[in-house]
C-alpha cells in the first residue's frame, strides 16, 4: 500500500507494548491512538536513564544532578520548541496536559489586564471540540458576563464557515477551535479561521491535541497574520507520558496575560505582603515541573522528527482511507465525520445500526480490538446527530493495514453476534 | 472467546434488552431522577412511586448499552411490589455480586434474573453500566420516602 | 548509630542513583532529599512496567489497556489513601504537584459558593511558608479584597502561637500553615492549630509536602476537630515522580468548593450552553489525569509504608541530631531554626560566615557533596533572619552518618579554601 | 578536584570579592534599576549615568556569591568611561564567554579581568550569576538612553 512508513515492521518494534497479546493468545490491535498513543522504547528508556543516574530538582539546585536535571529538563523544551517551529524557546510552557493549558489561558483572560475579557465581549468556539476546549470557556464568559458563541458544522462534519461574519466581530475577544477533531477527524482551516479572527483583533487559540500527533506544525512557516496566537496540546498524544501538556504563546500575549498558578518557580521576588513574578517560561510554571516528564516527552518529539511528521502524516493518510474503505463494506455503518481521507484526521468516529457502541467495543475487545466507545469528551457534536456516543477506530504511525483488516472482521463478526440483519 | 462473550451477554440480558419492562415514564410518582454515567454518556431518567411503604411503580426513560437497559429492565422486576425495606436488601445483594468481582455466588432466590449479570462482573468495565438504573433507584426511591416524610410531618403540623 | 533504619545499606542498594560518582571518581553524597528525593527500583520499574505493557488511557477506555491502565492509576489512588489514612479514596484529588494543591484550594474559595471568601475576611498563614503557600494566598486576599494575616517565629524558628487569639477570630475563613519547614526544619502543632480554627468556623489547609516524606500521618487517627480540612503534599519528595501531587480534603468540603478546571473527565454533562460535574474526585481532575505518575507514586508510598513511616521518621530523628552535632563543630556555623532534632524535620539550613551560600555549596559540590543554596522558596523566612539565601543540607531514609561526615568535612575545607579566620 | 575549583575561583575573582570596585550608590543617573535572580535571591540595585554618548558612571548595590559580586565589580572597570557603543559590544563579547560553555577563548585586550571568567562557563548553574550585574546594566543603559531620546525629543518640541 502506498503511503505507508517506511519499514512499518521495523517502527513496530520500537514499542514493546505492541507485541502484547490478549489472554486467549490473540494479537493485540491498538485503535485507540486519539486516546492515547502507545510509547517507543527511547522514551521509556530516557525517563529511567533520568530516574536512575540525574534525578534533581530543577532550576534551585547548583550541583552536579541538578545542572544534569536542569538541563535534561530545559532540553525537553528546546526539543518541543523546534518540533513545532517555535522562533523562541521561552515561548513553550510546561503544563500537566491540554486541558490545564486551555483552563490556563482562559482563566488569565478574565483576570485585570490588557487583554481581560468582561461583559458584552465574545468568545467564539465551535460544536465539534473535545469538552476541555468548552468548559474553560463556558467558566470564563459565566465569569465575566460574556457571551459563548460557537460554529455549528454541516453533515459532512465541517464547520459551517458562512457563519464566520456573525460570530467573528468587533466584540469577539477570542476565537479558539480545535485544529484536528478527536471525533469527527476534522481537520480544520486554521490559517483562514486565524486571519479573520487577526482582522477584528481577537486572539486565537488552537487546540492542538490532536494535530500535533498527526501533522507537521511549523509556526515559523505561518504567515504572521494567519499564526494562532496560542497552540496547546498534549505529552501522551505524541508517543510522551502523561503528566505534561504544552501551551506555546506568542510572546507578547503570554508577557499580557497575569501568572495563573502562584508559588514557587514562578516568582522573582516574595515578600508577605506582595510578589513579583519571573519571566516566561516560569512565569506560568508554578511549583516543581514535570522533569521527568520533559525528559520523555523531548525523546517523544525527537522520535517523531527522526520518522518525519510529513512521513507520519502520509503514513495516517493512507491508513485513514483504507479503513474508510473497510468500513464502508460494513452493512448498517455510519461514519460520522468526513468521508474523504484528506480531510481528515486518523480519528473515525461511527455507528452500527442496532448494536450499542458499548455492545460493539466489547465484543471487539474480546478480539482483541481495541477502540473506544462514548462520547469521547465530545457530547455536543454526538447531540448534533442526535446520539449518546458513538464508536471509535483510531490509528496511529504504528498502525498496520492488517489491523484494519482485524477491526472489519470484527465487526462483522459483531453484527452476526447480536443478530442484527 | 465466544464463551467469554457468552458470559457477559447471557441470553436472560439480551432478551431483557430487545424487551426491556416497565420502560416508559408515568404517574404517579413522588421523585425522578436523571443519571448519567460521566465516562459514556448513558443515561435514565427514573421515577419511583412509593405507596404504603411499598414500591408501588417504577417507570423510566433510558438510552444507554445492553447491560445498562437490561439490568434496568430486571431491576424494575425485582422491586416493584415489594416493601421497600426488602427491595433496597435486594439492591444491595445486587451490588455486593457487581463488585464481586466474579467470585460472589449470586442467589437465584433473591436475584431472580438479576443472576445472568453474574458475568458482568468479571468486565470491571461494565460494572458501572449494570449499576446505572439500580443507582437510580435507589436515589429515586429516597427522595421519594423523604418527600413523603416531610409531607407527613407537614401533616402533624396542622 | 541508634534509630537508623535497620538494613540501612541494603536500603541504600535500592535507589539507583545512590551508586553514582563525581567525574573525579568520588562517591555521591545526596544531601538535597527537601528539594526531591531520590527514587528506589521498584518504583522506576512500576513506571516501566506499566508504559511498557498496560498502557491506555484512564476512565474512558473498555478494553483489556484500558481496564488495566485504570485499574493500575486506580490502584494509586487507594495506596495513596490508605498511606494517609484518609476514611475515603475519593477524598485523595491528583494534581501535577503540591502548588497545584494549594492554588486549587485558594482559586475555588474566591468563587460563589458556600465558602466563598470576600472583603472583610480573613485569611491566616505564616512566615516560614513555602512561596507556594504563600502566592496563592496573596492571589485570592487580592482579587478578592480579604485580608491576608501571618504568624511571625522567633529565633529558634517556632511560630509565635501568643498571636492565636488576635489572627484566628469570627473573620477568620482560612488558616494554612506549613507542617514541617522546609528551610528552618520546624515542625508545626497542627492539632493545636487545628483545633482553634476550629473552634471559629475557619477551615485548615495544612501544607505536608515535608512532612508527608518524614512523619507518619494518619487522618483517621485524628480526632475530628482537630484534623485539618485539606491535607497536600507532592508525589517527587516522597521518592516518587514529578508531575502529581496529592490534595486530600474532607469530603464535604470538596464538595461545596466549585470545579477548578474544565475539560474532559471532571464534566457529568456537557452542552453547549452549560455543564454538569462529576463527582469526587473526577470533579477536580481535568484532563488526562498523571497515569504512569499514579502508577510511580502507589509504588513509591507502598515502598515507605513497607519500611515503616515510623522507622523513617526515626531514621531522619537520628541523622539530624547527628548533623546538628557535627555542623556545631564548624567555625562560624549558624543554624537557622531549631537546634533540637526532636522540634524538627530532616531539612537544615545554615550560614557561614564570610561565605556566600552559592560559593559554599559549590565547593561541597566538587566534593560530591549535593546541598542546596538559595532561599529554598522560603524569602520571607530568610528575610526575618536579614539575608538572602542559606546553604540546605537535606537527608533522607537513605542518608547515613558517614555521608554527614563528607558534609561537614567539606565545610571545613570549604573555609580553608575561602581563607576564612 | 582544587584544579576544577581554582578554574571557577581564580585570583582576580576573589580579589574583586573581598575588593569591588565602584559599589555604592551615587548621583547623578538617569536610570537606577533592581534585578534579582529569581532561583538563588541575589540582588543588585544599579544606577547608570551616560553623558555624551559615555559611559560616565555606573554605580551598585548588590548582595550575592563571590561570582556575582566579581563580575559586577570587573564590568564597572570595563564600561565606565567608554562610548556606549563599545561598552555594549564588551558586553556582548562577555556574554560571548559565558554562553560557550568553556569552549570560547577569550580576548584580553577587550576583557581584561573579565578573562577570570572564563572558567564560570563550565558551570552553568553559575553562568547567571556571573551575568546579573552585566544584565542590570544593559537594561539601566538602555534606559538611560530612553530617558535622553525623550528629553531631547522634548527639546525640539519646545
Ligand atoms: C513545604 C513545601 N511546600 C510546597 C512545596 C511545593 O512542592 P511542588 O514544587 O512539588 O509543588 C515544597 C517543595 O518544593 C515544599 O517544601
Ligand atoms: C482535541 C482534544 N483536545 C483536548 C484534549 C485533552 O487532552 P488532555 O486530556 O491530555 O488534557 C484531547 C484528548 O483527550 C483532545 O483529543
Known amino acids: 500500500m502506498e503511503g505507508l512508513l517506511p519499514d512499518l515492521e521495523v517502527v513496530r518494534k520500537d514499542f514493546p507494548i505492541l507485541s502484547r497479546t490478549t489472554p486467549d493468545g490473540r494479537p493485540l490491535v491498538y485503535l485507540d491512538s486519539a486516546n492515547t498513543s502507545q510509547k517507543p522504547q527511547v522514551v521509556i528508556d530516557a525517563m529511567v536513564d533520568h530516574l536512575e543516574r540525574h534525578n534533581a530538582n530543577v532550576a534551585r539546585a547548583m550541583h552536579l544532578l541538578g545542572a544534569e536535571a536542569t538541563e535534561a529538563f530545559e532540553g525537553g523544551r528546546d526539543k518541543v520548541a523546534s518540533f513545532i517551529g517555535a522562533s523562541e524557546r521561552d515561548e513553550v510552557i510546561f503544563t500537566k496536559n491540554a486541558s490545564e493549558a486551555l483552563n490556563l489561558v482562559a482563566n488569565t483572560l478574565a483576570l485585570p489586564g490588557p487583554r481581560q475579557v468582561g461583559p458584552g465581549d465574545v468568545v467564539v468556539t465551535t460544536e465539534m471540540e473535545h469538552h476541555s476546549n468548552i468548559v474553560p470557556w463556558q467558566m470564563l464568559t459565566q465569569r465575566t458576563g460574556a457571551d459563548l458563541r460557537w460554529f455549528t458544522f454541516d453533515d459532512q462534519g465541517l464547520l459551517d464557515l458562512s457563519q464566520v461574519d456573525e460570530l467573528i466581530t468587533e466584540r469577539t475577544k477570542v476565537v479558539t477551535f480545535t485544529w484536528v477533531s478527536n471525533m469527527l477527524g476534522t481537520i480544520n482551516p486554521v490559517a483562514e479561521l486565524t486571519r479573520r479572527a487577526h482582522e477584528v483583533g481577537a486572539i486565537v487559540v488552537v487546540d492542538a491535541s490532536q494535530a500535533a500527533p498527526q501533522l507537521p506544525i511549523d509556526l515559523a512557516a505561518m504567515a504572521p497574520e494567519e499564526r494562532p496566537d496560542v497552540v496547546v496540546f498534549t505529552g501522551h498524544k505524541v508517543v510522551g507520558p502523561t503528566g505534561i501538556g504544552v501551551l506555546w504563546g506568542r510572546r507578547e500575549l503570554l508577557e499580557e496575560l497575569p501568572p495563573f498558578l502562584g508559588g514557587g518557580e514562578m516568582i522573582e521576588t516574595v515578600t508577605m505582603e506582595r510578589s513579583t513574578y519571573a519571566g516566561l517560561p516560569h512565569k506560568f510554571e508554578a511549583g516543581t515541573p514535570p522533569i521527568v516528564e520533559s525528559v520523555g516527552l523531548g525523546a517523544a518529539v525527537d522520535y517523531l522528527a527522526a520518522l518525519d511528521m510529513e512521513a507520519v502524516h502520509r503514513h495516517e493518510q493512507a491508513i485513514t482511507a483504507y479503513a474508510l474503505d473497510g468500513l464502508s463494506g460494513v452493512p448498517g455503518l455510519k461514519v460520522l465525520g468526513p468521508l474523504d481521507a484528506r480531510l481528515r484526521g486518523g480519528a473515525i468516529s461511527f455507528e452500527l445500526d442496532g448494536v450499542h457502541p458499548h455492545d460493539v467495543a466489547q465484543v471487539l475487545d474480546v478480539r482483541g480490538v481495541a477502540v473506544r466507545a462514548g462520547h469521547h469528551c465530545a457530547r455536543p457534536a454526538h447531540a448534533k446527530f442526535g446520539v449518546q456516543s458513538s464508536t471509535r477506530m483510531s490509528s496511529y504511525l504504528y498502525t498496520t493495514p492488517a489491523e484494519i483488516d482485524a477491526l472489519v472482521e470484527a465487526l462483522h463478526y459483531t453484527r452476526s453476534y447480536f443478530k442484527v440483519d | ?158
Not at chain 2, 67 to 90: F, H, N, R, W, Y
Not at chain 2, 119 to 138: D, E, N, Q, S, Y
Open chain 2, 1 to 158: 472467546m465466544s464463551a467469554e462473550l457468552d458470559s457477559l451477554y447471557q441470553e436472560i440480558i439480551l432478551d431483557h434488552y430487545k424487551n426491556p419492562h416497565h420502560k416508559g415514564l408515568r404517574d404517579p410518582f413522588e421523585a425522578e431522577v436523571h443519571h448519567v454515567n460521566p465516562t459514556c454518556g448513558d443515561e435514565v431518567t427514573l421515577r419511583v412511586h412509593v405507596a404504603d411503604g411499598v414500591v408501588a411503580d417504577v417507570s423510566y426513560d433510558a438510552v444507554g448499552c445492553s447491560i445498562s437497559q437490561a439490568s434496568t429492565s430486571v431491576m424494575t422486576d425485582l422491586v416493584i411490589g415489594k416493601p421497600v425495606e426488602e427491595a433496597m436488601s435486594i439492591h444491595e445483594e445486587f451490588l455486593t455480586l457487581m463488585q464481586g468481582k466474579g467470585n460472589v455466588e449470586p442467589d437465584e432466590e433473591v436475584l431472580e434474573d438479576g443472576i445472568a449479570f453474574s458475568g458482568v462482573a468479571k468486565f470491571p468495565a461494565r460494572v458501572k453500566c449494570a449499576l446505572l438504573g439500580w443507582m437510580a433507584w435507589k436515589d429515586a426511591t429516597g427522595q421519594s420516602l423523604d418527600s413523603q416524610s416531610i409531607s407527613s410531618q407537614g401533616g402533624t403540623d396542622d
